[in-house]
């Protein structure tokens, strides 16, 4: 208990506000990850289906079997001061020509970050114990189920909105785990579920992808749509992405447990400069590939690469169609490199009822050599 007393206390000193420790049991709730796998919920996300996944996330022993304890992390990402600016900004956002960044994604990529801090707290462990202990570290980076894994380490409840819910902090949260090869005693699973008969996530979500088993349908939620799809938006949900242009807070923002708890970050390291809250649309659709590379080094918004978040900033302009828009739109259209952006710009352009983007899509059809683009013309100007 003294070791695990002390692991505890130099976790939290690291900036792990939650700690908890579990065994490498096999997850009671996996038939629902199962299930969630065989309908297709994942989208593209292959990875999440090989037969290496599935069998690891069934059994936590195959990844380390020398594993004894699982020791659970969380670290709270990015807020603003005040959690009433935020709310505040998610409801003006609309009204203004800005592109919505989630909040995890304000300051530097915690894979960079925490995996530094795991690497701390291996030392003080290895030290504590006086020799080399086995052990694995994950943040978001290999086939576990993790909040599964906090929830029976007794960090919290999964709520409805699929997020680990702590009840005195919320679910801002960034989860990591170590798997050990020690003795550590297990502390209690979190049993009772506090969403109650509270729904404010799933009746707040723009695209309905919150299913009745907690499990969301990844291939319709505005994150996957933004960040982990490679090719084309489906048509049908862009207009429901307003305009976040990387991730989506919608059914964390609404949560009464986030309104309640949620504070703001005090690790300066994870927060960076909050420079990435908003981001003005007419000047992300004019990153160069190196403005791109340069803007965001370091930060999760590289994971979508330029192709694909100018492709969210196209679709974001598209449903706020700033009359300042237009212009810079059929500039895109006409001068972008990348197919994939020139036909979001074009869906874009369709959005707007003024006669001359009508004008601007014809001329720009008989230009068009890409399939994929005179497509997206050709819908744009029968909408
Ligand atoms: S992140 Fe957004 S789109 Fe995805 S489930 Fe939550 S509210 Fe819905
Ligand atoms: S909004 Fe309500 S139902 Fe959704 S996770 Fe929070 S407490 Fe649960």
């Not at 791109?292 to 994971?303: M, V």
Request: net charge negative; proline share 7%; aromatic share 8%.
């Amino acid at each position: 208990m003294a070791l695990k007393n002390a692991i505890g206390a130099e976790a939290k000193r690291l900036g792990f506000k939650l700690v908890g420790v579990t065994k490498p049991d096999p997850p009671p709730h996996l038939d629902i990850y199962e299930n969630w796998i065989d309908q297709a919920r994942h989208g593209e996300m292959g990875y999440l289906s090989t037969d290496r996944a599935r069998t690891r996330r069934a059994n936590p022993s195959l990844i380390m079997p020398e594993c004894n304890s699982i020791l659970v992390l969380g670290m709270e990402h990015t807020l603003p001061e005040s959690f009433q600016e935020m709310l505040d900004l998610e409801i003006s956002g609309g009204q203004f020509p800005t592109g919505k960044i989630a909040s995890y994604a304000w300051g530097p990529d915690y894979h960079e970050v925490i995996p530094e801090r795991l690497e701390q707290l291996i030392a003080f462990i290895h030290d504590q114990v006086g020799e080399p202990v086995p052990y694995r570290t994950y943040t978001d980076t290999g086939p576990i189920l993790e909040r599964e894994l906090a929830q029976r380490a007794g960090l919290g409840w999964i709520g409805k909105n699929t997020c680990l819910i702590n009840p005195l902090r919320g679910s801002f949260f960034l989860l990591a785990e170590l798997f050990l090869g020690i003795e550590l005693e297990a502390d209690p699973p979190f049993a009772p579920d506090r969403c109650g008969s509270c729904t404010r996530c799933i009746e707040a979500c723009p695209t309905g992808c919150i299913l009745s088993d907690r499990t969301i349908d990844a291939s319709q939620c505005i994150s996957y749509l933004t960040i982990e799809l490679k090719g084309p938006i489906p048509e049908d949900l862009r207009p429901k992405i307003g305009n976040w242009i990387f991730g989506c807070d919608i059914c964390q923002l609404v949560c009464p447990w986030n309104l309640r708890f949620a504070t703001a970050n005090q690790d300066r390291e994870l927060a960076g400069e909050l420079n990435q809250a908003r981001q003005q649309l007419l000047d992300e659709l004019s990153l160069s590939n190196k403005d791109f590379n340069h803007k965001f080094k370091g930060t999760p918004l590289k994971r979508a690469k330029r192709r694909g978040y100018l492709r969210n900033v196209a679709v974001a302009l598209g449903n706020s169609r700033p009359a300042a828009g237009i212009q810079p739109l059929v500039h895109s259209l006409l001068n972008e490199a990348e197919p994939l952006i020139r036909g979001h710009v074009a869906w874009a352009l369709g959005q707007y009822a003024e006669t001359v983007t009508k004008k601007s899509l014809v001329k720009a059809a008989g230009v068009e050599r890409d399939p994929y683009v005179l497509k997206e013309i050709e819908a744009a100007l029968s909408g």
